[in-house]
């Protein structure tokens, strides 16, 4: 009882003392401090602290970032943290994240008001990247544990990580490794230093030693609770990604502004249409702009009957459904050519309802400028005054509307209001079409065209285009040509190696958006053993990345060789084995990818103009924000808005988005979500932690690291 009595004595007088208020006797009906949902995030513009302000910023949590490399930067003082608010102590952060422990000078007022400010209000603390000594907790990592490289380590969540703010992971926080050459991950792996309290929330095996080392823990001393991370990380590094949930998690208590789910879609273009063949003799695509008029012959890729069947059980092994951007006159001129048959479109037609269904136009024509394909690029063709000739609104609006009949008449599910164009066309594409087709908005809105598909690559930013907004998709670097694995390689082998090597040269042109392969693929081997891993890399790091852009292949790619599968299978597989049941992919449909970035979108605006207000008493948690923009958040699980749940259920928390009634939001949370409360100090007086060496290892050890250097 004498600690519980004299720590409630210490919090009340730093209270006191923060508030620039007299001292005087405690106050048993004292009213219950404000805390406001916003992080301060205090950098030194090394890469850890931008990976969790990116991190807050994605998932549009309200932080302010101080930069301590800016000299005109404000002072981190009592005023600058607190102050009172209709008569109410207010604390204007609810967490703090700092580069290390101790990132300002030796007894530095700034470090001692952040002391005071977090023992006053419970304010936690994350050390984004800190070296193991027992100022953090921990035990130096010099002999009794280890610094070094943990590029491939399997890193591990921990039972109380799993019982506490890591319980959306199944266990496993694997490290990247993906170059042999260079190094990706520096940590320091040690144990808890004696008589600290201190609590591994992600460890891994000390290498030569029976032990595991914490990479993340909870450090609980003089009234502060801290999260001491000991690698060091960027905002793109899987690991990075597998825990920045949970470090937010922690840091907010479960309540804050912001949500972040896990999203992965896949579009499939040109079903009921054949695809050009990659030509491996000629380098270019018989058929196609890339190859000169006349040379080649066409060899097109195209869907059979059980390659339906596979999509089906496939889906239903994955508990995921694809999305099918459908051409309709693929089929009209297949029962033409084939005296009315067509076993795939009948297929398709008998499952149509397994999937969800896309118009892509009826014959995938090119809606932007006219093209000039008689030479290689081709190029925008133009009139005797030079102006662009244009494909017409009502060539657009008519591809759009008979594709449209066509799937109705088929009794494909549709949204009418979805739209992917042939080759995104109708859009800008540089450098030969740097402006939309003026046409294309004026027949969008004739269809009653709501979401229409871009192509993040070259138009990544949500925009308007007469009637629509535009949902960009990510594309696979599965080629639309490519039906076998072997010509998947050969044509990545032209596009990625020197021409020294036999290849394109493109990478060597382009040094700002590839690389060249350090020799050719085999073509035997190389689409399983690199391709596929990179692919899946790269798609499970935008799963990873709270980001519910669609990605897209063609249909080619689910016929012959089937070669998406390994890819999808890879991100989906990879998946499961990182994560927890409570937290599973969200699959959504085209329309309502565009509506979670349309809310985005305003939501970010109006915080960054600072129009939302959110802030906790108690139990209770008001946010007010501009009339129709909705809001988003995370609370704990039993959180009420009015009579009714907050939320969807996700990673063991609440999340959604919620319409203000006349600009504000009340929410309660449960009894079990209970206020924040400094962490239990010792006798004594409360200590200020000492300054930070400016190197990763104790003073006098071998092979110092200038802090947050890379190894």
């Given at each position: 009882?004498?600690?519980?009595?004299?720590?409630?004595?210490?919090?009340?007088?730093?209270?006191?003392?923060?508030?620039?208020?007299?001292?005087?006797?405690?106050?048993?009906?004292?009213?219950?401090?404000?805390?406001?949902?916003?992080?301060?995030?205090?950098?030194?513009?090394?890469?850890?602290?931008?990976?969790?302000?990116?991190?807050?910023?994605?998932?549009?949590?309200?932080?302010?970032?101080?930069?301590?490399?800016?000299?005109?930067?404000?002072?981190?003082?009592?005023?600058?943290?607190?102050?009172?608010?209709?008569?109410?102590?207010?604390?204007?952060?609810?967490?703090?994240?700092?580069?290390?422990?101790?990132?300002?000078?030796?007894?530095?007022?700034?470090?001692?008001?952040?002391?005071?400010?977090?023992?006053?209000?419970?304010?936690?603390?994350?050390?984004?990247?800190?070296?193991?000594?027992?100022?953090?907790?921990?035990?130096?990592?010099?002999?009794?544990?280890?610094?070094?490289?943990?590029?491939?380590?399997?890193?591990?969540?921990?039972?109380?990580?799993?019982?506490?703010?890591?319980?959306?992971?199944?266990?496993?926080?694997?490290?990247?490794?993906?170059?042999?050459?260079?190094?990706?991950?520096?940590?320091?792996?040690?144990?808890?230093?004696?008589?600290?309290?201190?609590?591994?929330?992600?460890?891994?095996?000390?290498?030569?030693?029976?032990?595991?080392?914490?990479?993340?823990?909870?450090?609980?001393?003089?009234?502060?609770?801290?999260?001491?991370?000991?690698?060091?990380?960027?905002?793109?590094?899987?690991?990075?990604?597998?825990?920045?949930?949970?470090?937010?998690?922690?840091?907010?208590?479960?309540?804050?502004?912001?949500?972040?789910?896990?999203?992965?879609?896949?579009?499939?273009?040109?079903?009921?249409?054949?695809?050009?063949?990659?030509?491996?003799?000629?380098?270019?695509?018989?058929?196609?702009?890339?190859?000169?008029?006349?040379?080649?012959?066409?060899?097109?890729?195209?869907?059979?009957?059980?390659?339906?069947?596979?999509?089906?059980?496939?889906?239903?092994?994955?508990?995921?459904?694809?999305?099918?951007?459908?051409?309709?006159?693929?089929?009209?001129?297949?029962?033409?050519?084939?005296?009315?048959?067509?076993?795939?479109?009948?297929?398709?037609?008998?499952?149509?309802?397994?999937?969800?269904?896309?118009?892509?136009?009826?014959?995938?024509?090119?809606?932007?400028?006219?093209?000039?394909?008689?030479?290689?690029?081709?190029?925008?063709?133009?009139?005797?005054?030079?102006?662009?000739?244009?494909?017409?609104?009502?060539?657009?609006?008519?591809?759009?509307?008979?594709?449209?009949?066509?799937?109705?008449?088929?009794?494909?599910?549709?949204?009418?209001?979805?739209?992917?164009?042939?080759?995104?066309?109708?859009?800008?594409?540089?450098?030969?079409?740097?402006?939309?087709?003026?046409?294309?908005?004026?027949?969008?809105?004739?269809?009653?065209?709501?979401?229409?598909?871009?192509?993040?690559?070259?138009?990544?930013?949500?925009?308007?285009?007469?009637?629509?907004?535009?949902?960009?998709?990510?594309?696979?670097?599965?080629?639309?040509?490519?039906?076998?694995?072997?010509?998947?390689?050969?044509?990545?082998?032209?596009?990625?190696?020197?021409?020294?090597?036999?290849?394109?040269?493109?990478?060597?042109?382009?040094?700002?958006?590839?690389?060249?392969?350090?020799?050719?693929?085999?073509?035997?081997?190389?689409?399983?053993?690199?391709?596929?891993?990179?692919?899946?890399?790269?798609?499970?790091?935008?799963?990873?990345?709270?980001?519910?852009?669609?990605?897209?292949?063609?249909?080619?790619?689910?016929?012959?060789?089937?070669?998406?599968?390994?890819?999808?299978?890879?991100?989906?597989?990879?998946?499961?084995?990182?994560?927890?049941?409570?937290?599973?992919?969200?699959?959504?449909?085209?329309?309502?990818?565009?509506?979670?970035?349309?809310?985005?979108?305003?939501?970010?605006?109006?915080?960054?103009?600072?129009?939302?207000?959110?802030?906790?008493?108690?139990?209770?948690?008001?946010?007010?924000?501009?009339?129709?923009?909705?809001?988003?958040?995370?609370?704990?699980?039993?959180?009420?808005?009015?009579?009714?749940?907050?939320?969807?259920?996700?990673?063991?928390?609440?999340?959604?988005?919620?319409?203000?009634?006349?600009g504000a939001l009340a929410l309660t949370l449960p009894s079990t979500a209970t206020a924040p409360?400094?962490?239990?100090?010792?006798?004594?007086?409360?200590?200020?932690?000492?300054?930070?060496?400016?190197?990763?290892?104790?003073?006098?050890?071998?092979?110092?690291?200038?802090?947050?250097?890379?190894?």
């Open positions: 009882m004498k600690r519980t009595i004299r720590t409630t004595a210490l919090a009340l007088s730093a209270l006191t003392a923060s508030l620039g208020l007299s001292a005087g006797p405690a106050q048993a009906d004292a009213p219950v401090p404000r805390i406001d949902l916003r992080v301060l995030v205090v950098s030194d513009g090394g890469p850890a602290t931008d990976a969790i302000a990116a991190e807050l910023e994605t998932a549009g949590t309200p932080y302010t970032e101080v930069d301590l490399q800016d000299a005109g930067r404000p002072v981190i003082d009592a005023g600058f943290l607190a102050d009172t608010v209709d008569g109410r102590p207010r604390a204007k952060f609810q967490a703090v994240v700092l580069p290390n422990d101790n990132p300002f000078p030796a007894n530095s007022a700034e470090m001692s008001a952040l002391v005071s400010y977090e023992q006053t209000y419970a304010i936690p603390q994350v050390d984004a990247y800190t070296y193991a000594r027992p100022e953090v907790g921990l035990q130096y990592a010099v002999g009794a544990g280890y610094a070094g490289s943990v590029d491939g380590v399997s890193a591990e969540v921990t039972p109380a990580g799993l019982a506490g703010p890591f319980g959306y992971l199944e266990g496993a926080v694997p490290f990247e490794d993906n170059s042999p050459t260079v190094g990706e991950s520096y940590a320091y792996l040690s144990t808890p230093a004696p008589g600290a309290d201190f609590v591994p929330y992600v460890q891994a095996a000390i290498p030569g030693r029976p032990t595991k080392g914490s990479l993340v823990g909870e450090y609980r001393h003089d009234g502060r609770r801290e999260l001491v991370v000991t690698f060091v990380y960027n905002q793109h590094q899987q690991q990075f990604r597998l825990l920045a949930r949970g470090i937010v998690e922690w840091m907010t208590g479960g309540v804050r502004l912001g949500a972040d789910r896990n999203y992965f879609a896949v579009h499939v273009d040109d079903v009921f249409a054949a695809d050009d063949r990659w030509d491996t003799q000629l380098n270019c695509t018989p058929g196609d702009v890339d190859c000169p008029p006349g040379e080649g012959t066409p060899n097109p890729i195209r869907m059979v009957p059980a390659d339906v069947d596979h999509a089906t059980a496939w889906q239903d092994s994955r508990g995921f459904t694809l999305d099918m951007a459908y051409n309709g006159s693929g089929s009209v001129d297949h029962r033409q050519d084939n005296g009315g048959a067509d076993p795939l479109a009948d297929r398709l037609i008998a499952e149509r309802d397994a999937f969800r269904w896309i118009n892509h136009t009826y014959t995938h024509a090119f809606l932007g400028c006219r093209q000039d394909v008689s030479v290689v690029p081709w190029k925008c063709a133009t009139s005797p005054d030079g102006s662009t000739q244009w494909v017409s609104r009502n060539e657009i609006a008519d591809e759009i509307a008979t594709n449209r009949v066509w799937g109705e008449s088929a009794g494909l599910p549709l949204e009418d209001d979805e739209l992917v164009t042939g080759e995104h066309s109708g859009l800008k594409v540089t450098p030969q079409q740097p402006v939309d087709n003026p046409n294309l908005g004026p027949a969008l809105a004739d269809n009653g065209i709501a979401w229409l598909a871009s192509d993040n690559s070259r138009d990544p930013v949500q925009r308007q285009v007469g009637s629509a907004t535009t949902v960009s998709r990510y594309p696979m670097n599965v080629f639309y040509n490519a039906g076998r694995a072997a010509e998947q390689v050969d044509e990545y082998n032209w596009i990625y190696t020197s021409r020294a090597q036999g290849g394109s040269g493109i990478c060597e042109d382009n040094p700002a958006t590839s690389t060249c392969l350090p020799a050719p693929l085999d073509t035997a081997t190389g689409y399983a053993g690199h391709i596929v891993p990179l692919e899946t890399r790269i798609a499970l790091g935008h799963v990873l990345s709270n980001d519910p852009k669609p990605h897209f292949i063609h249909q080619s790619n689910l016929a012959e060789d089937r070669i998406a599968y390994p890819v999808l299978d890879g991100v989906l597989g990879g998946y499961d084995d990182l994560f927890a049941e409570n937290t599973p992919v969200v699959n959504l449909r085209m329309e309502d990818i565009g509506v979670e970035m349309r809310r985005r979108a305003a939501w970010g605006s109006a915080v960054d103009a600072g129009q939302v207000t959110a802030y906790r008493v108690g139990g209770a948690v008001t946010v007010e924000a501009p009339d129709g923009v909705a809001v988003t958040a995370t609370m704990p699980a039993g959180t009420q808005h009015g009579d009714a749940d907050f939320g969807d259920a996700y990673a063991g928390a609440l999340s959604g988005w919620t319409a203000t009634a006349d409360a400094p962490a239990t100090a010792p006798d004594g007086p409360a200590t200020t932690p000492s300054t930070a060496p400016r190197t990763r290892v104790p003073a006098g050890a071998s092979d110092p690291v200038p802090y947050g250097a890379e190894r």
